[in-house]
């Protein structure tokens, strides 16, 4: 059964800041990776998805990485902002398309 | 892409009622996946609904509290049945849908439910 971890739980920096959050999958038959934002009470806007046969995707200030061999994905985030404040959520698809996702992390910026 | 629009976005419900919540997508797709956030947790995926067959559950949801119906590729309900406490979350619909050739999970805004 698919497990996905995510580091840190909870993350406080100030305004300006790089930052990365990790993810953890024990099983790499994936067929792909997304990394999904979630504002208190609200659903999910994704980020960006890497396909299990890439090995990075950008999307202005964030980039993702996915090494699968070893079963890890991270998530960088440049110049941080106080609207990036929010939870992350990293999630894999399987070959039956569900995603399985982890516990996220928590990220406030300060302004 | 794809669009899909729940309804409602937030409920508050008696203990022992039920709740219907409906998914509409703004193209056919294939299969559509429920899933439920607890308070403070991650999501959970619930059952997976295809057109024109029985729904597929996870360990620990049961159709009896969950009942799926998926009558069209553009449509689904999720019932939550007999509600507790315990039931109180957000219940998420979503799809898989193309964005420039690669296919990805596209999620509704939820519906956030509190039963008391």
């Known amino acids: 059964k698919q497990e996905v971890t995510q580091i840190p739980a909870a993350l406080s920096v100030p305004e300006g800041e790089n930052l990365v959050l990790n993810c953890s999958f024990t099983?790499?038959?994936?067929?792909?990776l997304q990394w999904f934002r979630q504002d208190p009470g609200k659903g999910l806007t994704s980020l960006l998805l890497?396909?299990?046969?890439?090995r990075e995707q950008t999307s202005g200030r964030l980039n993702a990485s996915l090494d699968k061999s070893s079963g890890r994905s991270t998530l960088y985030i440049a110049a941080s902002q106080p609207g990036d404040s929010a939870t992350y959520l990293c999630?894999?698809?399987?070959?039956?398309?569900?995603?399985?996702f982890g516990s996220g992390t928590q990220l406030t910026v300060l302004p | 892409s794809a669009v899909i629009s729940q309804k409602p976005s937030r409920d508050i419900c008696q203990r022992g009622t039920s709740l219907t919540i409906q998914c509409q997508v703004d193209?056919?797709?294939?299969?559509m996946f429920w899933y439920r956030q607890q308070p403070g947790q991650s999501l959970t995926l619930i059952a997976t609904?295809?057109?024109?067959?029985?729904?597929?559950?996870e360990s620990g949801f049961v159709i009896d509290k969950f009942p799926i119906s998926r009558p069209n590729l553009t449509f689904s309900t999720l019932t939550v049945s007999n509600m507790s406490p315990e039931d109180s979350s957000i219940y998420l619909c979503?799809?898989?849908?193309?964005?420039?050739?690669?296919?990805?999970?596209?999620f509704g805004q939820g519906t956030r439910l509190t039963v008391v």
């Open positions: 193209s056919q797709v294939t299969m």
């Open positions: 979503s799809v898989e849908g193309q964005q420039a050739g690669v296919k990805e999970a596209f």
């Open positions: 999630a894999v698809s399987g070959s039956a398309r569900q995603l399985t």
């Open positions: 609904a295809n057109q024109g067959s029985e729904a597929t559950y």
């Open positions: 890497i396909q299990s046969s890439q």
């Open positions: 099983d790499s038959a994936i067929y792909n």
